[in-house]
């Protein structure tokens, strides 16, 4: 069964420290890869995505992350941490099926 | 532009009754999706219109859920009746196209709870 995998249900790191939330899949084919972002009472909010080209992706409030095919992750990464990027974060594949297949999410933390 | 709007926000109920879930898509988008995420777990599809009809319901659960989409604006999705296993966070999304996943807007979910 294709799925995606977040290992991490949370994530703890200190402002200002870089942050990293881990992401693989197992999906057939080419997907198009995704990052999501709840806050609190809020919608899944788009982060960045990877269809193709550079393995680096860029995306809002200073978020990146790096596509590695070998290894099948997506890991999302940030250089320095804010408190504001406290949220549910979910990584998904987005397959020929027309559908998301989404991890389980990984909670982050960043302390003051 | 207004967003993807669901409502309510939360709902609890006892085993056994019946809830409606609404969703409101953003003007013009023709396709909607319905997903939930139950507790813990990764966010699982349910189904899809392209206007008023289903495109791809193979996610949904079982006949207790019903889903539609009159007139191809607002959808509602409603369990009846309603099992514990039911409980989740129950998100609408809506798009103009399909087939990359790119340009779909989520609403904030309707929080389940069946007790």
């Known amino acids: 069964a294709q799925s995606v995998a977040q290992p991490e249900d949370q994530v703890n790191v200190a402002e200002g420290n870089p942050l990293t939330v881990k992401c693989t899949y197992s999906?057939?084919?080419?997907?198009?890869l995704f990052w999501y972002v709840q806050y609190p009472n809020r919608g899944l909010q788009f982060l960045l995505k990877?269809?193709?080209?550079?393995?680096l992706v860029k995306g809002s409030y200073g978020f990146e992350a790096e596509f590695n095919k070998s290894q099948t992750s997506f890991h999302l990464k940030k250089p320095s941490a804010l408190v504001s990027d406290s949220a549910l974060y979910f990584c998904?594949?987005?397959?020929?099926?027309?559908?998301?297949?989404f991890g389980t999410g990984t909670r982050l933390k960043v302390l003051a | 532009e207004a967003g993807v709007t669901q409502f309510p926000s939360h709902s609890v109920i006892e085993k056994g009754q019946t809830v409606t879930l609404r969703c409101d898509p953003i003007?013009?988008?023709?396709?909607l999706y319905w997903y939930r995420r139950v507790m813990g777990k990764e966010i699982k599809f349910l189904l899809h219109f392209v206007k008023e009809s289903k495109q791809d319901e193979s996610g949904m659960p079982n006949n207790r859920f019903l889903a539609e989409r009159t007139g191809g604006t607002y959808s509602t999705l409603k369990v009846q009746p309603a099992e514990l296993e039911d409980s989740g966070v129950y998100f609408c999304?809506?798009?103009?196209?399909?087939?990359?996943?790119?340009?779909?807007?989520f609403g904030s979910g309707t929080r389940l709870t069946v007790v």
């Open positions: 999304a809506s798009s103009q196209t399909t087939g990359t996943g790119y340009g779909y807007t």
């Open positions: 990877y269809i193709t080209g550079d393995n």
């Open positions: 003007s013009g988008h023709d396709n």
């Open positions: 998904a594949a987005f397959s020929g099926t027309y559908k998301y297949i």
């Open positions: 999906v057939s084919g080419n997907p198009y």
